[in-house]
Structure formats: C-alpha cells, structure tokens
C-alpha cells in the first residue's frame, strides 16, 4: 500500500551527507522540513513539503491509496540504540536500594553483586524464560521509540549460557520487526569458577567460545569489558585477535569506571565503537580522532549509577562522531526509553537537540552498519519512522519524561 502523510509540522529527516558517521558542523543538520509530506510503501518513495506533494497528486506523479494529515505531529527516523544489554533474568533492586543509600556499583560488584548477580539468574533460566523476559522489554522499547537495537551476550560467561543468550537474540531478531544486531560479550566479568585464573577463562573464549559463536553464525561483534578491575588490554587483546580471525568486529566498554587507555587501545585496534568513555583521557581522544572509531555515550548510566559524565563537548570540538545509546541493563542502567537519554544528552552531557538527534539516528545506524537502510528519511531507505505528538522536535526534549511517542511505523505498517 502507497501511503502519503501530510501537513507534518516537523518532519526531521536526517538527509544529506550520509556516506560516514557525522561529526563536527553535520552534527547540527538534522533536514528538518516544516509542513513536511512523506510518500511511502514498504520504503520511502519521496520526501518534501506539502505543498510540493499537492503538486504532485495533481498531476498524477504519485498515486497513494491512502492520504493522512498529521498536522501538529512531528516525525523522526526512529532512534537506533547501538548498546543494549536486553536480555538478562533476575531484578537487582536491592542493589539500587543499596546504591541510593551511598554504596557504589564497584562496592557492590566487590561484594558479590552487580554483574555476576545477573549471571546466576540468567544460568538459572530457561531460553524459554529469557525470551519471554526480553520480548516485554524490547516491546516496550519499540514503544517509546527505537528500531533497530544492538544486543550484548554477557550474563553467561560459560559457553552454554552465552550461546542461550545469543539463541534468545536471534529469536527475538526472527520475532520483531525492527533491525537486531548481535554482540558477544562473552569477556564481560571474569566468572566465580574462574576468579583466581582468568588467564584459563580468556583461553576459553579464545579457544571454544569465539569458534563456537562464529560456526552458529550467532554474533556480528565481539564487545570486552576493559576497565579498573575487569579486563586489562592485554586480556582483551588476546580476545579481539581471536575474534577478528573469526570474522567478528570490535566494539568495546572502554574507560567507564576508569582512565586505563582503553579508548585509545579502541581507536587502534579499529574498533567500530568505544562505548562510555566516562574517563577518557586527552592522549585517547587525539587517538580517536585519527581513527574510524564512533564514540558512543550512554549518559543514562552516569546519571543511574551516580558518575561523571563522558566529555561530549570536548568529543566534538575533536571532530569525533558520537552516537547516544541506552546501554539498558539491570544494574547500572535500567531504562530502555531512548527519550530519556536524549533528555540527558542535553541536560547534562551538554549537547544541543540536533546533535541529540543525529547522534540517535544516523550515527547510531553506522555505528550497527546499518546506515543504508535506517537512521534518516530518504528515497529508498526502509519507511520506518515515529510520529510524536509534538507541534516541533523541541518539544520531544521539552516535555521530559513523558512518553511523546504516538505511533512507529516500521517498514511501511504500523506497529504502534
Ligand atoms: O555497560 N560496563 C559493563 N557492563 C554494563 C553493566 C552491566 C551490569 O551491571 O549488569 C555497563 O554499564
Ligand atoms: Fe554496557
């Protein structure tokens, strides 16, 4: 079915210089055209302004089989969340209770919880359990705006269990109708079987996990945990050989809790994304900008675990592209809403709601290589969008932690 929607008072399409992540002065571009009118069946056929699509209906250049206005509604090509960690069993709301009293996500990791806490109940699940457990979450993301979502593995940490996760990904990716890219994060935390020989566990991933993920054809990237107290370059490096002979790029958790040079140990490794960088240091920065590495900021985890935020601004005067993501996970983030982390992104990570924007959209659909179909509204990409009930993009940031989305469309149907 041919669909023109019409009169849309904001539509923000993202077009233009396309072919790389966007950084510097196209970080403010977001193609905004007011009265805007889309044209589209399963992809987009044409993109202008109302006036310019009366035109065309009168002369008979397009033909839809349905006219909608949508005056007072804003349109957005759909946030993409480059880092999720969406699959996972168990809660950890004791820990938060502990957090906002004063604990620390590391004295709670230290003490028994945080990340290893969600590997005993995701081994004491059943793919059944897990499955059902990530549909109510990915649906609910959907609903508050995203459409394509990378998800990690990493609450296994044994090759039964990592395997079950990323059985649990590629279903939900056969289930739904947005993009799912899947991410082994088999070096996540160092199990408590292996606490005291973590030199045996990477040996591990290197020898059984990495081979085995790559046969099933179950990962596209291969994510590690390099900080204080998880894992030092040197492990992670040893992982990252092995994954790149398997075929799997790099994307990493790198300088969260601490500077230990993992960003630039990113930039030079050729990592597609160095997540987090709440520490980065300046010797890191000049390696990322000489290289094809996206920064991806996850303020919803500084504000939820109480840390500084990565430095934005000073990520951009560097020309670096950034992308913004959830990084939703039960412990050290737990929200899903796209909405919420472009709040932060403005509020508190000091970017301006373009940047926000291009950085939700665009960059993070380079960030899953994705580009090409998703991430703006042009000719020929997939008519996946989300109408806001919005007079303009602003108000997406204005009226805060509200649900303003009122319908996502997803390659021409509507989901929601
Ligand atoms: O991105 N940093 C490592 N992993 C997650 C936390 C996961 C958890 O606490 O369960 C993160 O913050
Ligand atoms: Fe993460």
New binding site residues.
């Given amino acids: 079915m041919r669909i023109l929607a019409k009169d849309i008072s904001s539509l923000v399409t993202v077009s233009g210089e396309n072919n790389k992540p966007r950084k510097g002065k196209l970080l403010n571009e977001i193609g905004e055209i007011k009265n805007g009118a889309l044209y589209f069946d399963e992809k987009i056929l044409w993109v202008g302004t109302t006036t310019e699509a009366e035109i065309k209906l009168q002369n008979g250049e397009i033909k839809p089989d349905k006219i909608v206005s949508l005056k007072n509604k804003t349109i957005l090509p759909g946030f993409v969340d480059s880092h999720t960690?969406l699959v996972f069993a168990g809660d950890r709301s004791e820990e938060f209770s502990k957090r906002i009293a004063g604990a620390t996500?590391q004295q709670i990791a230290n003490e028994g919880g945080?990340?290893i806490s969600?590997v005993t109940a995701v081994r004491n699940s059943t793919e059944n359990e897990l499955f059902e457990n990530s549909c109510k979450y990915l649906e609910s993301a959907i609903r508050y705006g995203t459409i394509a979502f990378e998800i990690k593995s990493g609450?296994g940490l044994d090759t039964k269990n990592e395997i079950k996760m990323l059985k649990v990904i590629e279903r939900l990716s056969k289930e739904f109708p947005v993009y799912i890219v899947p991410t082994f994060l088999g070096a996540?935390d160092i199990p408590p079987e292996y606490k005291f020989y973590p030199d045996e566990y990477i040996k591990l991933i290197c020898d059984e996990m990495l081979p085995r993920v790559s046969e099933l054809g179950l990962a596209k990237y291969c994510d590690c945990?390099v900080?204080k107290g998880y894992y030092t370059i040197e492990q992670a490096k040893k992982i990252f050989d092995t994954a790149l002979k398997f075929g799997l790029k790099i994307r990493m958790?790198a300088d969260?809790l601490a500077d230990v040079g993992a960003a630039e140990f990113a930039a030079t490794i050729g990592a597609v994304s160095a997540d987090?960088l709440l520490f980065v240091s300046d010797k890191s920065i000049q390696a990322l900008k000489n290289s094809a590495t996206i920064a991806t900021l996850?303020p919803g985890?500084s504000y939820f675990i109480r840390m500084p935020y990565a430095p934005a601004k000073k990520l951009i005067e560097n020309d670096i592209p950034i992308a913004l993501a959830t990084?939703f996970?039960?412990?050290?983030?737990f929200t899903e809403n796209m909405q919420i982390i472009l709040s932060l992104a403005v509020i508190n990570l000091g970017l301006n709601c373009e940047q926000a924007i291009v950085a939700s959209t665009i960059n993070g659909a380079h960030s899953l290589e994705l580009n090409d179909k998703i991430g703006s509204l042009e000719i020929g990409k997939d008519a996946t969008f989300i109408v806001f009930d919005c007079k303009n993009y602003l108000e997406i940031f204005y009226h805060f932690g509200v649900n303003n989305v009122e319908m996502v469309w997803i390659n021409g149907k509507r989901f929601w």
């Fill in positions: 960690h996500y945080g990340i969600t609450y996540h945990f900080d958790h969260e987090h996850l985890t990084d996970n039960p412990g050290s983030c």
